[in-house]
C-alpha cells in the first residue's frame, strides 16, 4: 500500500498567516490548515466540515543536512597549487562562486581550503584540499 504523506501546507485556511512544517498549527480530519490563534478563535471545530482540529504534527525540517550545507560533490585538490589555478581558472570564467575559497582555521577540518560553486545544472561543486602538516613544520 502506498503511504501517503500528509500534505504540509504552509498558510492558515482563515487569516492567511504563514505556517512552518516544524512550528505550530491545527488541522482537521480532512486536512484543513489553520493557525493556533484562529484554532482557539473556532474553538476547535473546523469551519469547513465541522470536525475537530487538532495539533498538527510537526515535520522535522530537511536540514539536518541544510544546516551543513545542501549536499554537493567534492573536487579535493592535491595541493595549493592545484587549487589555486583552479581557482584562478573558476575566477577567469566569470562563475559566481557560492562561497568563496576560504581558510577553515577550524582544527577539526584539519585546514581545509574549500569555496563551493554551482555547475549549470545547480549541482553544488565543492573544491578543496588539505593543507599538509609536514610542509607546514618545514615552514
Ligand atoms: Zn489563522
Ligand atoms: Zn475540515
Known amino acids: 500500500m502506498a503511504r501517503r504523506m500528509l500534505e504540509m501546507r504552509g ?7 504563514h505556517l512552518n512544517d516544524a512550528g505550530e498549527a491545527l488541522i482537521c ?9 484562529c484554532g482557539q478563535d473556532m474553538d476547535h471545530r473546523c469551519p469547513n466540515c465541522g470536525g475537530e ?7 522535522r525540517a530537511q536540514s539536518v543536512v541544510g ?6 560533490f567534492g573536487v579535493v585538490l592535491r595541493n595549493r597549487k592545484e587549487f589555486d589555478a583552479l581557482v584562478a581558472r573558476v575566477n577567469a570564467s566569470g562563475v559566481a ?13 584539519s ?16 573544491l578543496k ?5 609536514t610542509d607546514l613544520e618545514r615552514g
Open 67 to 72: 544546516q551543513q550545507g545542501v549536499a554537493h
Open 111 to 126: 585546514a581545509k581550503v574549500g569555496g563551493k560553486l554551482s555547475d549549470p545544472s545547480g549541482n553544488v561543486i565543492e
Open 97 to 109: 562562486w557560492i562561497t568563496r575559497p576560504e581558510l577553515h582555521t577550524d582544527p577539526a577540518l
Open 53 to 59: 482540529l487538532v495539533v498538527r504534527p510537526r515535520r
Open 11 to 17: 498558510v492558515c485556511e482563515k487569516c492567511a498567516a
Open 129 to 133: 584540499y588539505y593543507e599538509d602538516v
Open 29 to 37: 480530519s480532512f486536512e484543513c490548515t489553520f493557525c493556533v490563534d
